[in-house]
């Protein structure tokens, strides 16, 4: 039997994979825990993912790890969350030396607590020689304050003389949002059975490839995420164009 893995053609690999990780809260729930023990299990699930990306050899991966939303969330729950994040940061910096993995963070992450803000720091500079897969968690981030926060720079640019509004187009203001480093992410992947976008990576999505699971993230494992690359690889992106003008394109390139 062809394990799913190897199924996948390395040839056509989404270059950015994004990831809303969904369900922490119903696994615990399901199973008569309080939540963040799914917040808890949900660690392996990032793991997994990872490693799985990793291998296939996926350039950029963003997951959605805590929304500026989040913050309504209980205290226990929020204090939680900082906890875990912290502490998986340390120990899973073995997995991301072992798999040559670069971390990146975007958000307003200066509103994280100043341990879980100095650890993400020293783990992004642990890896920053690293050259394989770029991992980069979204925390405090929601697509509406980073696209905000574009506005407001840009206006201070203009403001400053250094900008006039004609030369703001669309190459100006993605050079202004927080992912401004990174491709845009050509899949997106949300577990649970939710179809909902969660305010993430509004503009980045413009013409990204979605897939939805209902398998909650605790237990979302690498066979998971390589039947969404497969998925992926199965669907036809046209960017606006015709089939037959993407045939068309293809085959030139292939003379």
Do not use: C
């Amino acid at each position: 039997m062809i394990e799913i893995k190897d199924q996948i053609d390395k040839k056509k690999l989404p270059g950015h994979v994004a990831v809303i990780m969904d369900g922490n809260g119903r696994w615990a729930k399901k199973r008569g825990f309080i939540r963040t023990i799914g917040h808890e299990k949900g660690v392996d699930a990032v793991r997994n993912t990872v490693e799985a990306a990793a291998e296939l050899g996926i350039r950029y991966l963003t997951m959605y790890a805590f929304s500026t939303e989040n913050w309504n969330r209980p205290k226990y729950e929020i204090d939680a969350l900082m906890g875990i994040l912290v502490n998986s940061l340390h120990k899973e910096m073995k997995t991301l030396m072992n798999n040559n993995v670069k971390l990146q963070a975007i958000g307003d992450l200066k509103s994280l607590p100043s341990k879980s803000y100095r650890e993400l720091m020293k783990s992004i500079a642990e890896t920053e020689k690293n050259t394989g897969l770029t991992l980069i968690l979204a925390l405090s981030y929601s697509s509406r304050w980073e696209l905000v926060e574009a506005a407001r720079s840009i206006a201070r640019k203009v403001e400053s003389k250094e900008l006039t509004p004609d030369q703001i187009d669309l190459s100006t203001f993605t050079s202004f949002l927080a992912t401004s480093a990174f491709p845009d992410p050509e899949l997106l992947i949300r577990t649970s059975g939710e179809y909902r976008i969660s305010n993430f990576l509004l503009w980045q999505i413009a013409y990204a490839e979605f897939y939805f699971t209902n398998t909650l993230w605790p237990d979302f494992g690498k066979d998971d995420f390589y039947k969404a690359i497969l998925d992926f690889q199965g669907r036809e992106r046209r960017f606006g164009l015709t089939s037959e003008q993407i045939n068309e394109f293809e085959g030139k390139l292939r003379k």
